[in-house]
Each structure stands twice: as structure tokens, then as C-alpha cells.
């Protein structure tokens, strides 16, 4: 079973930059789908950006013209670069992988904290 591990979080000031890292272990990341979702306090989880296997994108209307997801397959890696961050960004950001069975497997989380 592949596993995630997430990286790249930290603190920031309100329209500063981040760019967070999952990297994916197994043979078969470039088969998966990819995604990123958060989850802010008291919030439910929500799906931030998505990457399928084929490179297609998906964003949350809250982060269009500020987030890209991307993938690099030669790294087994998925990233997602935040630009103009706001307070509201401030959530744990966690990455998930969907394999050609739709099995979902998620990493650990990485803290995003935006300063005001």
C-alpha cells in the first residue's frame, strides 16, 4: 500500500507563499489520481486542488488564480504552490492518492498558519 508523506508547511504572513511537498512511496504514483485537501479548525475536511493521472486539474473556487497543483512522476512527488495567502488558508493540509481501484490512502497532515 502506497504512503504519503507530506511536507513544506509552516508560518506565514497574510499574502506570502508556500509550496508543500507529498511524496508517494511504490511503483505506482504515476497511475494514482492525486489530491490536496484541508481541514480548518472547527471545519469540516474540503477538497482544496486535485491532479489526475493524466495531469488534469481541479481547484476549490476559494484558491482559483492563487494554488497549482502539480506533479512530478521521475520523483513520485505532488506539490501545491500557494501564493497569496490568506488567514482563512490556515487549516491542516493533508494529501491523498487514489489508486485504479479508487482506494484512497492520505498522508499524515502538514500545519499551514497564516498570519494576519
Known amino acids: 500500500q502506497v504512503q504519503l508523506v507530506e511536507s513544506g508547511g509552516g508560518l506565514v504572513q497574510a499574502g506570502g507563499s508556500l509550496r508543500l511537498s507529498c511524496a508517494a512511496s511504490?511503483?505506482?504514483?504515476?497511475?494514482?489520481?492525486m489530491g490536496w485537501y484541508r481541514q480548518g479548525p472547527g471545519k469540516q475536511r474540503e477538497l482544496v486542488a486535485s491532479i489526475t493521472n493524466g495531469g488534469s486539474t481541479n481547484y476549490a473556487d476559494s484558491v482559483k488564480g492563487r494554488f497549482t497543483i502539480s506533479r512530478d512522476n521521475a520523483k513520485n512527488t505532488v506539490y501545491l504552490q500557494m501564493d497569496s495567502l490568506k488567514p482563512e488558508d490556515t487549516a491542516v493540509y493533508y494529501c491523498?492518492?487514489?489508486?485504479?481501484?479508487?482506494?484512497?490512502?492520505w498522508g499524515q497532515g502538514t500545519q499551514v498558519t497564516v498570519s494576519s
Open positions: 491523498k492518492s487514489t489508486d485504479l481501484l479508487r482506494r484512497d490512502t
Open positions: 511504490g511503483s505506482m504514483f504515476r497511475f494514482n489520481d
